[in-house]
């Protein structure tokens, strides 16, 4: 059963947290499903994960919507939220709305916004629409790669007023949870502390009410960067260099395929075929002498 918004809020009243992960196709989407993950974030961090661009900001919602459709086709009983990239909500709010509505066509049940109070306008009409939205503030990863790069947020109080700020003007507007990236385990609790929708927390300590990492990351599926908050529960890049690396010796071994990965055909229809080959190639060799 796919846990309903009202059910995501009651785990932070129940003192439970909320497991979140990206997902990005079929497969990581159908992991997610299996291991009963409650929210599924289609992250426009796809953009760097599985399109290798430097930043999220040239991810277009035409690339989000194929990341979407696998997912919504894999977590069929998760919650799924879907990134707003860059562009998509900015430019005026019937541009946003539609985008929205894209998604929530699509099958998602949710879009998240990257922004402070200058999203508030667009979260109270997207709310007033029913469309839940899940905001995120700390770094912000469209914009920060223009400004002052990815560095750690609420290390000041005049940061962590404005981070405060932030929170309770969006859970005013009606967002159902908030994403803290990158925000000072201190602050971050305290905020999430003093507001009533679930904090989810990425590289902002335990004290949120939930906790999202990038699938590719918790896997392991990067053979360079690893951010201090990311914890590696596999190696999965090293297992699939040598996954790939003994195909590639079986093949030029010949020990790939073998007999218990091939097909036959009947020793009588192989007869009939190898007689035709005959004919073929006498036909061919009169034809040449002719
Ligand atoms: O795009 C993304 O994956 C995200 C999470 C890191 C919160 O926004």
Known sequence: MIPNINEIQQKKKK???IVVLT?????TAKICNDCQIDIVLVGDS???VSLGYSSTMPVTMDEMVVFCKGVVNGAKNCLIVADMPFGSYQVNSSLALTNAIKFIKLGCHAVKIEGGLEVVPLVRKMSDYGIPVMGHIGLQPQTTVLWEGYGVQGKTKESAVALYD??????????????LELVTKQVAELIS???NIPTIGIGSGSGCDGQVLVYYDLVGMFDK????FVKRYLDAYELNLIAVKNFKSDVASKTFPSEEHSFSIPDSELKKFREFLETKTKSNLDNQTL
């Not at 997902?23 to 497969?27: S, T």
């Open 225 to 228: 960067f690893k951010p201090k």
């Open 166 to 179: 932030q929170a309770i003007e969006l859970e005013r507007a009606g967002v159902f949870s908030i994403v």
């Open 15 to 17: 003192n439970e947290k």
């Open 23 to 27: 997902a990005y196709d079929l497969f």
């Open 193 to 195: 502390k003093s507001i």
């Open 46 to 48: 796809a953009g760097m």
